[in-house]
T-cell receptor
Framework: GQSLEQPSEVTAVEGAIVQINCTYQ??????LSWYQQHDGGAPTFLSY????GLEETGRFSSFLSRSDSYGYLLLQELQMKDSASYFC???????????FGKGTRLHILP | DGGITQSPKYLFRKEGQNVTLSCEQN?????MYWYRQDPGQGLRLIYY???????QKGDIAEGYSVSREKKESFPLTVTSAQKNPTAFYLC???????????FGPGTRLTVL
């Protein structure tokens, strides 16, 4: 079957850098996506990696290594508003089904 | 403004009743998805549709039904066969060739 594993919670300090990892098991996929969800809200798209390597979008970067079945989201210069849940997701190349990880809750300390 | 809308925001139903959740998008996206999210959990795929008049079951389709008669609309019916329907329901759309999903604001369904 297909699955994505993420840590359930991560804690970091305001202004610091944090990395949220995602390991996956899938027979084939187009790329790895990341979404942010604040409490009570809907997920919003953050980043997408179709190829191996680093993608940078402002304070957020995402990395993918297909050979290691691994990716991560890197958040720099953390702000209190970054306190949220972060989900990795893949779209299967076999049936176009989209699978989400269970999410990582990011706690930011002042 | 282009976007995806869901209604209602909050919905209450009695046990044994069917209820339909609305999802509309004006982004001209081909694909649409329904997810269920339980407190502190990730998103689980209920149904998805890549083209009008066609849809596929996701991982937890039992007790749910959908239709895709128009490109803009993908309503979800929660039937009385769904044993534990209280949850947050999210609809999303995606352009066919991309992997970026756009989510609606969600509907919180509570069964009384």
């Amino acid at each position: 079957g297909q699955s994505l594993e993420q840590p359930s919670e991560v804690t970091a300090v305001e202004g610091a850098i944090v990395q949220i990892n995602c390991t996956y098991q899938t027979s084939g996929f187009y790329g790895l996506s990341w979404y942010q969800q604040h409490d009570g809200g809907a997920p919003t798209f953050l980043s997408y990696n179709a190829l191996d390597g680093l993608e940078e979008t402002g304070r957020f970067s995402s990395f993918l290594s297909r050979s290691d079945s691994y990716g991560y989201l890197l958040l720099q210069e953390l702000q209190m508003k970054d306190s949220a849940s972060y989900f990795c997701a893949v779209r299967s190349s076999r049936d176009d089904k989209i699978i989400f990880g269970k999410g990582t809750r990011l706690h930011i300390l002042p | 403004d282009g976007g995806i809308t869901q209604s209602p925001k909050y919905l209450f139903r009695k046990e044994g009743q069917n209820v339909t959740l609305s999802c509309e998008q004006n982004l001209n996206h081909d694909a649409m998805y329904w997810y269920r999210q339980d407190p502190g959990q990730g998103l689980r795929l209920i149904y998805y549709s890549q083209i009008v008049n066609d849809f596929q079951k996701g991982d937890i389709a039992e007790g749910y039904s959908v239709s895709r008669e128009k490109k803009e609309s993908f309503p979800l019916t929660v039937t009385s066969a769904q044993k534990n329907p209280t949850a947050f329901y999210l609809c999303a759309s995606m352009r066919g060739s991309a992997d970026t999903q756009y989510f609606g604001p969600g509907t919180r369904l509570t069964v009384l």
